[in-house]
């Protein structure tokens, strides 16, 4: 068994807003999954990518995602990299919905607001490894938890599980998977990696052309949470339906100085798998396909990072990495026109993301 036990001092979480007395070190793995050019680590604190190492057109190695220098330093961030998000990611107004008349009051952490799941989520929490099987052919690692009920205001048990298997050639899947044990509850698991395709620290994201499949977006006030309408993204900054390179259009974002916005996958309906973005990096040669079941995918170009301290010595400002997180539209539980994220019992949930790396500029890409 390979599962190395990481020497963590423990910290004080409590003190820092965390109530995980629960956590103890020897809990914590780290697992490494490879094939063909990818190298791929992991940790069942958070259910999480720590690293993916894949070679640029030159042969020369990177690690293309951004996460702390330490354990310790993400299990005492409130932030979710490489992370499995849920209950509930992304925003719910004021932290609250009704459910089958019931209202439902959730961790408000953002504000009044909700976001990614309250102020632990299975971001910060130890997921089971429910089957580790790194010498078979297309290498894999499945981590299950058991959310209970009321566990941040979320109604019901529900079993999550989240796979990750190496396969093909150079391609990744993620598959999450939830069941709703006793009560009908809001289910949307989202996986919160940090990209940067020319290496964790290399500097900024904002040089990289991405291509979105999304003819709309969900309109949000100014606290990024969807008003419930839908706009096109024609002639707006947020037309990335041909590539385009992330920094040319920012300055028309004063806000939110970037990309956080959803954007309603083309064809998405929960069943059906469509291409949802692909990113090309000219330097490295790097190219990331993602295609998915889910209706929706978060585009965030990294723009509150802030002194991050990452692996290798870097530290991580503005723009160091970018997110596409397939998703369930954001606070979906308050919008009835929203396809819904509500899983009854005796439902699964199941969200599909395939992720394809190679270093050959694809179709449209120059
Ligand atoms: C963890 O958080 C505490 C309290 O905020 C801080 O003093 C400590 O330096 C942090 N440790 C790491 C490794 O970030
Ligand atoms: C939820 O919050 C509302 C408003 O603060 C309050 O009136 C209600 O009693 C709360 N419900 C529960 C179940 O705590
Ligand atoms: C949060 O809710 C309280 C009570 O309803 C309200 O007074 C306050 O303005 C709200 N804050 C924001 C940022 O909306």
């Not at 099987?133 to 999550?160: C, M, V, W």
């Not at 723009?303 to 010595?313: F, Q, R, W």
């Amino acid at each position: 068994m390979a599962k190395m036990l990481l020497v963590l001092c423990f910290l004080s979480l409590a003190a820092s807003g965390f109530a995980q007395a629960s956590i103890k070190k020897q809990d914590i793995g780290v697992y490494d999954l490879k094939k063909g050019d990818i190298s791929l680590k992991l940790t069942n604190y958070g259910a999480k990518m720590m690293s993916l190492v894949f070679p640029d057109k030159n042969g020369k190695l990177g690690d293309i995602l951004l996460d702390y220098r330490t354990l310790e330093g993400y299990i005492n961030s409130t932030s979710h990299h490489g992370a499995t998000v849920g209950r509930v990611a992304n925003r719910i107004r004021n932290a609250h919905f009704t459910l089958n008349g019931i209202r439902y009051n959730l961790t408000a952490n953002s504000g009044n607001n909700s976001i990614h799941g309250g102020k632990i989520g299975f971001s910060h929490v130890i997921w089971k490894v429910k089957e580790y099987q790194k010498e078979a052919p297309n290498p894999s690692i499945t981590f299950t938890y058991h959310s209970f009920d009321g566990e941040e205001g979320f109604p019901g048990d529900l079993l999550a599980t989240v796979s990750y298997t190496l396969y093909g050639k150079n391609q990744l899947s993620i598959i999450m998977k939830a069941k709703a044990l006793n009560k009908a509850t809001p289910v949307n698991l989202v996986n919160h990696a940090f990209w940067n395709l020319g290496g964790h620290n290399s500097g900024t994201i904002l040089n990289e052309q991405v291509q979105i499949f999304a003819s709309k977006i969900t309109v949000v006030d100014s606290q990024l949470i969807p008003t419930g309408e839908f706009a096109s993204v024609k002639g707006t900054p947020f037309d990335f339906l041909k590539p385009h390179i992330v920094g040319s259009r920012i300055n028309q974002l004063p806000e939110t100085k970037g990309y956080d916005h959803n954007f309603v996958i083309d064809g998405g309906n929960g069943k059906k798998i469509n291409p949802a973005a692909i990113v090309f990096d000219k330097t490295s040669g790097r190219v990331m396909e993602i295609s998915t079941n889910a209706p929706g995918v978060q585009f965030y170009s990294g723009n509150k990072i802030n002194n991050v301290k990452g692996k290798d010595g870097a530290v991580y400002q503005a723009y160091a990495g970018l997110c596409l997180e397939t998703q369930a539209f954001p606070d979906a539980v308050n919008h009835p026109n929203f396809p819904s994220t509500i899983v009854n019992p005796g439902e699964e949930y199941k969200h599909y993301m395939f992720f394809k790396f190679s270093t050959k500029a694809p179709h449209g890409f120059s």
